[in-house]
């Protein structure tokens, strides 16, 4: 196992599929504990921010999620569509300017977002927030999975609901 230190910089093998299960098939010692996500966030944070993090790679699986306090997702919930979407638009500058900052420094972000079918409404507005991280430089594949309708699916066999890799191992 490489050290902490290194596993903000994936090797090539290790960013695809085979190492996202690799992460996955650690151990709770070798990885950390699984995090509730106001801390998975709080770590998250830390690591994008640390100089020494060139990839975060990030897999999503959760079909419907919470993010209250990020405006376009409050007008969402409210049901307020038009104004979600008005606002996503006017948090652009913003994004843009994470991401120019995040080039400067030679990060990647890469993300695969699982799906299922029928999508929720939650996966739909999250869709058009994908569209505009992949428009500023973000590289996203969706992946689709192949549910019930009316329930939510587990994620594939093995996969945390959420996950990164930056300084830190922390799952939730």
Not at 90 to 116: C, H, N, T, W
Request: aromatic share 8%; net charge neutral; proline share 7%.
């Amino acid at each position: 196992m490489r050290d902490a230190g290194d596993v903000g910089q994936p090797r090539d093998a290790e960013a695809g599929p085979d190492g996202i299960r690799r992460l996955v098939g650690l151990s709770e010692a070798e990885r950390g504990p699984l995090l509730p996500v106001s801390d998975y966030l709080e770590a998250f944070r830390e690591d994008y921010a640390h100089e020494s993090v060139s990839v975060v790679d990030k897999v999503e699986c959760g079909q419907h999620f919470r993010e209250p306090g990020f405006a376009s997702w409050d007008a969402f919930n409210r049901g307020a569509w038009r104004e979600s979407m008005a606002l996503l638009m006017d948090e652009r500058p913003k994004m843009a300017r994470q991401f120019s900052a995040a080039e400067q420094r030679g990060l990647r972000l890469r993300r695969v977002r699982y799906i299922e079918l029928p999508v929720s409404d939650y996966v739909v507005w999250e869709m058009a927030v994908l569209r505009q991280r992949v428009d500023l430089g973000e590289q996203v594949r969706v992946l689709v999975g192949q549910g019930r309708p009316g329930f939510q699916a587990p994620p594939p066999a093995g996969f945390p609901n959420l996950s990164f890799s930056g300084r830190t191992r922390s799952l939730s």
